[in-house]
């Protein structure tokens, strides 16, 4: 089946530094995948996506690249703010089976603390 | 139109009891999803509809779960004989045709005694 896999958290930072969250997946076909976020006491909101090979995401100085040579969705961003803190959840959308309808998979999460 | 809205945001019930939950997506969005979060963990995906169609239904999904979508508009979800294990917090997403964009309503907690 689908799944995803993100590197464990907390992350801890301070402001300014450099983040990189980890995601890797296993899926049927060709998914779209996508970053999520949940700021505290918030609901999930979609951070960035890509539908294909090659495609690079990118909101508010985050980025990822889908790379299907490795299966991964790294989540990346040069330069950290303490507004940043948050869980970020990596997910992909895919078919369940051949011909079956598009299934989300979410990963755990990983949380980011920013400290100033 | 202001997003994905759900209620109750809470729910206390005591275990053996009957709970439902409601969610009214985006207006113009036909795709409606139900998860469970539970805590330390990403949204597990529980069923989906296109439509008043439910299309979907996870393995996790056991017969006390049941979902409702009558008119393609808000849908329902109910948990019956509700146990303690029931408790988390269960998410409404919703999505344009033809996209895989979800929009996430706030959630009710479901807490079980």
């Known amino acids: 089946g689908n799944s995803v896999t993100q590197m464990e958290g907390p992350v801890t930072l301070s402001e300014e530094a450099f983040l990189t969250i980890n995601c890797t997946y296993t899926?049927?076909?060709?998914?779209?995948l996508f970053w999520y976020v949940q700021y505290p006491g918030e609901g999930l909101q979609l951070l960035l996506k890509a539908t294909k090979a090659d495609d690079k995401g990118s909101n508010k100085g985050f980025e990822a690249t889908y790379r299907k040579e490795t299966t991964s969705f790294h989540l990346e961003k040069g330069s950290v703010q303490v507004s940043d803190s948050a869980v970020y959840f990596c997910a992909l959308s895919a078919a369940a089976s051949s011909g079956g309808s598009y299934i989300p998979t979410f990963g755990r999460g990983t949380s980011l603390i920013v400290h100033p | 139109d202001t997003g994905v809205s759900q209620n109750p945001r809470h729910k206390i019930t005591k275990r053996g009891q009957n709970v439902t939950f409601r969610c009214d997506p985006i207006s113009e969005h036909n795709r409606l999803y139900w998860y469970r979060q539970t805590l330390g963990q990403g949204p597990e995906f529980l069923t989906y509809f296109q439509n008043e169609a439910q299309l979907e239904k996870s393995r996790l999904l056991s017969d006390r779960f049941s979902a409702e979508r009558p008119k393609g508009s808000f849908s329902t979800l109910e948990i019956q004989r509700t146990e303690q294990g029931d408790s988390a917090m269960y998410l409404c997403a919703s999505s344009f045709p033809g996209s895989h964009e979800q929009f996430f309503g706030p959630g009710t907690r479901l807490t079980v005694l």
């Open positions: 899926a049927t076909g060709y998914p779209s």
